[in-house]
């Protein structure tokens, strides 16, 4: 018989470099500004660097997109945090190198200004669901796995999350084509 081969972690420089990306554009539609999304991705991999000798063997995104849902709950629950608002376009193309950074990739692809404002103004944990099943494309049993709840809690909170979101888009809705093509009467 063969002895199982043990794993063997990947070095950090690899992890961040292969994870990074995806850990921010996470952080970014979860928190809704550059800043904080920020700050979450360096509490991610920190969290990662202490953790790494004891993870499990497994999906490694599922991992890190746990800890980055459970650091961003965590920070919602507590409200403790200190606020700062975003530099100015201008300030922050002053600082900017000439690297693009996964700050830089996710503001070419950031939302609509209407539709982040509105996955803002989600409770944490209708968000964090909607996030992760309509932006990152997890399935609602990935997500269950990911948040440890029930699949019928994820349903809940999707449905809830998407009910809102259409509430808070509804001034985007198309007006009524009859309104706007009127008849007069004597035609």
């Known amino acids: 018989m063969s002895t199982p081969v043990a794993w063997t972690p990947p070095s950090w420089e690899q992890i961040v470099t292969e994870h990074s990306g995806r850990v921010f554009r996470l952080a970014y539609r979860l928190t809704g500004n550059r800043h904080d999304a920020e700050d979450l991705t360096q509490d991610v991999f920190v969290r990662v660097f202490r953790s790494l000798s004891s993870y499990t063997p497994g999906t490694f995104e599922g991992w890190l997109h746990r800890i980055t849902t459970n650091l961003f709950l965590d920070g919602a629950r507590r409200r403790q945090r200190i606020r700062f608002d975003a530099l100015s376009d201008e300030a922050a193309a002053r600082l900017r190198s000439g690297e693009r950074g996964p700050a830089q ?37 990935e997500i269950a796995a990911t948040l440890d709840v029930k699949l019928g809690t994820v349903r809940s909170r999707i449905h809830r999350g998407r009910a809102q979101l259409r509430m808070a888009l509804e001034h985007r809705k198309p007006r009524a084509a009859e309104q706007d093509r009127a008849i007069p009467a004597g035609v």
């Open 105 to 141: 990739i996710i503001d070419d692809a950031a939302l609509d200004p209407d539709v982040q404002s509105a996955l803002d103004s989600l409770a944490p944990e209708y968000r964090v669901a909607v996030v992760l099943c309509d932006i990152e494309g997890l399935t609602y049993e």
